[in-house]
């Protein structure tokens, strides 16, 4: 099973090689940049 520190290493493994920022991928998915950040770290209160 895959867990959350793992998802997160991917989605900034995904943004840094399409050189997007936190806040440009945010934008993009109509997202707030501190979602991003929270998703990268594994950090989330679902």
Do not use: P, Y
């Not at 099973?1 to 998802?7: D, L, R, Y």
């Not at 943004?15 to 989330?44: F, H, P």
């Amino acid at each position: 099973m895959i867990n959350q520190t793992e998802i997160g290493k991917f989605i900034a493994k995904c943004r840094k090689e399409k050189k997007l920022t936190q806040a440009q991928l945010a934008e993009k998915l109509n997202i707030t940049d501190r979602a991003v950040s929270k998703w990268e770290t594994g950090v989330s209160h679902s």
